[in-house]
């Protein structure tokens, strides 16, 4: 888990992994529609992962420290969050007239905004 400066409430490694493979979305959806078998054996090493982030999730939920939510509804929030941008780069760049300087600023803003956004969401 990854500890935020917001709370101690900690998000799962998948909220940075985009930041450092701005590619990946579009490499998964690819592999999906290509080899969906492949990428689902793969996805499923991460199984014991997946089962401490409940436990983890579950353990603060209990103690009122977040809402009561889906924890496969936040996860789902977290991936669109970070992976939208990238997957959405060139309709992004268009609409709002960025350059790839400005994006690169954009994506380093989220790095804070979007953990931020994500904890106070769910802090009870």
């Known amino acids: ?68 939510i889906d924890p496969r509804e936040l996860l789902v929030n977290i991936m669109a969050l970070c992976a939208h941008p990238f997957i959405a780069r060139p309709m992004l760049t268009h609409i709002h007239g960025m350059n790839d300087e400005a994006f690169r600023r954009m994506i380093q803003k989220r790095r804070n905004s979007v953990p931020e956004f994500i904890i106070r969401s769910i802090r009870s």
């Open 1 to 68: 888990m990854i500890y935020s400066p917001v709370s101690s409430v900690s998000l799962p490694p998948i909220s940075i992994v985009c930041w450092k493979k701005p590619l990946l979305p579009q490499f998964i959806i690819a592999e999906l529609h290509r080899d969906p078998t492949n990428l689902l054996e793969f996805i499923d090493k991460g199984k014991a992962g997946r089962t401490h982030y409940l436990e983890l999730f579950e353990q603060a939920r209990e103690s009122g420290e977040i809402i009561d």
